[in-house]
T-cell receptor, first 112, second 113 residues
Framework: DAKTTQPTSMDCAEGRAANLPCNHS???????VYWYRQIHSQGPQYIIH???NNETNEMASLIITEDRKSSTLILPHATLRDTAVYYC?????????????FGTGTQLKVEL | NAGVTQTPKFQVLKTGQSMTLQCAQD?????MYWYRQDPGMGLRLIYY???????DKGEVPNGYNVSRLNKREFSLRLESAAPSQTSVYFC????????????FGPGTRLTVL
């Protein structure tokens, strides 16, 4: 599975869009980009995933560059409850023993 | 629909004691996983079960055993707890067949003295 690089921390004002970047320059053609978040002391929560096309659901949007070497998770109107560690994971379906490899992620702090 | 549930939520053990962490899911998922998370670190896979009746080791299986009791339940046992096993333990299940999306339980916070 491809390695990912994320900023250690980011701040965002409440109500504004939070844009979280992820670099995955070694991604393979069959590998998906997954985003999870972990609010303090809770279990990780699935947010969204994509392969090539941009994706949107009720929680967020995922923008993947045309060359697929990077992506951005967008929380359109961040709230205090979005303060969490956000993990970008790149994984081929069924590969790597089916495990998800969580790195250290990006600590997003949403402030008033 | 409770999703993934774990018991207990908190546990304190003395070195050498044994215990079993319980996990259950009501989403009819085939695959289940046990991870541990140490302070300030990402999750590490201990064991997983791709389907009922099968189990496989992950990155850090030493000191643990697992049982896939049925499709719903996947337990993790510490036979002789050590202080190095102090951690937060998360169980997860996978929707599978076309996606690797996993759904996590709330965690068990274990302290070994």
């Amino acid at each position: 599975d491809a390695k990912t690089t994320q900023p250690t921390s980011m701040d965002c004002a409440e109500g504004r869009a939070a844009n979280l970047p992820c670099n995955h320059s070694t991604i393979s053609g069959n590998e998906y980009v997954y985003w999870y978040r972990q609010i303090h002391s809770q279990g990780p929560q699935y947010i969204i995933h994509g392969l090539k096309n941009n994706e949107t659901n009720e929680m967020a949007s995922l923008i993947i560059t045309e060359d697929r070497k990077s992506s951005t998770l967008i929380l359109p109107h961040a709230t205090l409850r979005d303060t969490a560690v956000y993990y970008c994971i790149v994984k081929g379906y069924g590969g790597g023993g089916n495990k998800l490899t969580f790195g250290t992620g990006t600590q997003l702090k949403v402030e008033l | 629909n409770a999703g993934v549930t774990q018991t207990p939520k908190f546990q304190v053990l003395k070195t050498g004691q044994s215990m079993t962490l319980q996990c259950a899911q009501d989403m009819n998922h085939n695959s289940m996983y046990w991870y541990r998370q140490d302070p300030g670190m990402g999750l590490r896979l201990i064991y997983y079960s791709a389907s009922e009746g099968t189990t496989d080791k992950g990155e850090v299986p030493n000191g643990y055993n697992v049982s896939r009791l049925n499709k719903r339940e996947f337990s993790l046992r510490l036979e002789s707890a050590a202080p190095s096993q102090t951690s937060v333990y998360f169980c997860a299940s996978r929707r599978g067949h076309t996606t690797d999306t996993q759904y996590f339980g709330p965690g068990t916070r274990l302290t070994v003295l």
